[in-house]
């Protein structure tokens, strides 16, 4: 189970093109860097666009922001160049557990990543997970760094299309929404 204390962050690191050489040459100091934060991960794993790698996924309970960016620029793909940029927000689990907790297993299926950005609003503290949650792997708000204000949406979740996946997020409150193959990865 995932330490508790603190906030938890979605980060979203987006491979610079062409990186693809150093992100496989950095693979076990990535490895290593994330086995330093093992109890703080909800969630992590790489993201496709078909077989090329895009990007890596990692959703981690840290102390505050400051720890967060911390995590998300000190970690050796970034430090080396290998992310065009990176998406650092606050986020609140809505299931409760972590990825390994998930009654759906580590293999089968298809799996998202699902972001939903929308206008800037009051944080609500009903927000929850839609009914039908099967086939979520981990899902949670946006937020801003004092968790006020709502910015959208993460999912993390099983589906047998991208357009089954995009649906899960509700299209009325998101302004944008990306879908992102992933895929369940980690040492544990």
């Known amino acids: 189970m995932v330490k508790t204390g603190g906030m938890e962050f979605f980060c979203y690191h987006r491979d610079r093109p062409g990186s693809l050489a150093l992100r496989e040459e950095l693979g076990e100091e990535h490895w290593s860097y994330l086995d330093r934060y093992g109890a703080e991960l909800?969630?992590?794993?790489?993201?496709?666009?078909?077989?090329?790698?895009?990007?890596?996924?990692h959703i981690v309970a840290l102390p505050d922001p400051a720890a967060a960016r911390a995590f998300a620029f000190d970690e050796p793909g970034y430090q080396a160049g290998a992310y065009r940029d990176v998406l650092i927000r606050r986020w609140r689990n809505e299931l409760g557990r972590t990825m390994w907790e998930?009654?759906?297993?580590?293999?089968?299926?298809?799996?998202y990543l699902v972001?939903?950005?929308?206008?800037?609003?009051?944080?609500?503290?009903?927000?929850?997970?839609?009914?039908?949650?099967?086939?979520?792997?981990?899902?949670?708000?946006?937020?801003?760094?004092?968790?006020?204000?709502?910015?959208?949406?993460?999912?993390l979740l099983m589906a047998p299309d991208p357009d089954t996946a995009r649906a899960a997020l509700g299209a009325a409150e998101h302004t944008a929404i990306e879908v992102h193959d992933w895929e369940f990865d980690g040492r544990r």
């Not at 909800?42 to 996924?57: H, K, M, N, Q, W």
């Not at 759906?104 to 298809?110: A, H, K, L, V, Y």
């Not at 927000?127 to 899902?139: G, N, Q, R, T, V």
């Open 115 to 155: 972001l939903g950005l929308g206008e800037p609003k009051p944080a609500e503290d009903d927000f929850s997970a839609p009914s039908e949650k099967d086939e979520l792997i981990a899902y949670g708000p946006l937020l801003s760094d004092d968790g006020t204000t709502w910015l959208g949406t993460a999912a």
């Open 42 to 57: 909800i969630a992590r794993g790489p993201t496709f666009d078909g077989e090329t790698l895009t990007g890596s996924v």
């Open 102 to 111: 998930f009654p759906g297993g580590r293999t089968g299926g298809n799996r």
